[in-house]
């Protein structure tokens, strides 16, 4: 775990592509949320869990509607833009939205209700 930030920090633009199937409605792929920690740009497809929604709100990076050539040719034209985004706006949208802290009020928050 230690040497992620490492490890992430050879990279200018993280992509994070899987095949969406039923399983993968409900996944939430931890590398994203270490890429934006690090300030990484993210290209990622839709079908996988919220990740539209995450990369959509914290504006730091690109959803591809498939795996097509088509999809992937029109993000390799947007590969300069992506590596525009400055990582200081990309951990700081990404910490309000991704935190630790965060999740844990939220998490805290369902198991009182549940418990009432």
Do not use: W
């Not at 730091?60 to 706006?89: C, T």
């Not at 951990?91 to 418990?115: D, F, I, P």
């Amino acid at each position: 775990r230690k040497d992620i930030p490492n490890l992430l920090s050879a990279i200018d633009i993280l992509t994070a592509f899987s095949n969406p199937t039923y399983a993968k409605l409900s996944m939430s792929p931890t590398k994203i949320g270490e890429a934006f920690a690090c300030g990484i740009p993210v290209i990622s497809n839709e079908g996988i869990g919220d990740v539209k929604d995450i990369i959509n709100t914290i504006q730091g990076g690109l959803v591809l509607k498939d795996l097509s050539d088509e999809s992937l040719k029109e993000a390799s034209h947007k590969i300069k833009s992506l590596k525009e985004i400055k990582p200081r706006f990309i951990r700081e949208r990404s910490r309000e939205l991704l935190c630790l802290e965060r999740a844990s009020r939220l998490y805290r928050n369902v198991y009182t209700r549940l418990n009432q």
